[in-house]
């Protein structure tokens, strides 16, 4: 079965420090990838996705995330954190499949809290 | 361009009632999804619409429901609400489904008690 694993529930980082969130997935062949970060009571916002091309992909507010096909991983990273970055964070698979269905399949995600 | 709308934002029910719950995407978007969040079990899919057909559905009970019209607005209903089915409900659009960017609404926040 499809299944996203982000392994850290909770992360706590030093603002100015570096940021690595991990995600592994399990899917049959390459899925659509996605990092998304929600705000408390708000909905998510998608910071970055990979369908296919360069493994390195850019994204918003600075975030960058690392597609390795051999690891089944897709782990987000940032140089420098700043205070405003503490959210949930989300890891999400989609289908390649004929249907192009919308479904997306996340994992149970990653809480952020910056120190100042 | 407006976002994705969810209304109402937050709604209050008791037991055995039922509820909907409506969800405007971004226009010209033909893809509607639509995501329970709790907080034990996370993010899970419930159904997707797209030009008015159900294209998926999630492993849900059939007291959830959902529509979608043709000016691409879907509503979700659950009957008979239960306690469990407090939760975050999400809806998502985009322009044809997996190979294009989602995009969620605010999200209507349901407690049941």
């Known amino acids: 079965a499809q299944s996203v694993t982000q392994p850290d529930i909770h992360i706590t980082v030093s603002e100015g420090a570096s940021l690595e969130l991990r995600c592994n997935y399990s899917?049959?062949?390459?899925?659509?990838l996605f990092w998304y970060v929600q705000s408390p009571g708000q909905g998510l916002q998608l910071l970055l996705k990979y369908f296919s091309g360069d493994t390195l992909v850019q994204g918003i507010k600075g975030f960058e995330a690392e597609f390795k096909r051999s690891q089944s991983s897709f782990n987000l990273r940032k140089p420098s954190v700043h205070w405003s970055d503490a959210a949930e964070y989300f890891c999400a698979v989609g289908d390649r499949g004929s249907s192009n269905t919308g479904k997306l399949i996340f994992g149970q995600g990653t809480t952020l809290q910056v120190k100042p | 361009k407006a976002g994705v709308t969810q209304t109402p934002r937050y709604l209050i029910k008791t037991r055995g009632q039922q509820v909907t719950l409506s969800c405007s995407p971004i226009s010209g978007h033909r893809s509607v999804s639509w995501y329970q969040q709790t907080p034990g079990q996370g993010l899970q899919f419930l159904f997707e619409y797209f030009s008015e057909t159900q294209r998926n559905k999630g492993n849900f009970p059939g007291r959830f429901s959902g529509r979608q019209f043709s000016n691409s607005r879907s509503e979700m209903n659950v009957s008979t609400l239960e306690l469990g089915d407090s939760a975050l409900y999400l809806c998502?659009?985009?322009?044809?489904?997996?190979?294009?960017?989602?995009?969620f609404g605010p999200g209507t926040r349901l407690t049941v008690l």
């Open positions: 998502a659009s985009s322009l044809s489904g997996a190979s294009d960017t989602q995009y």
């Open positions: 899917y049959g062949a390459t899925p659509y």
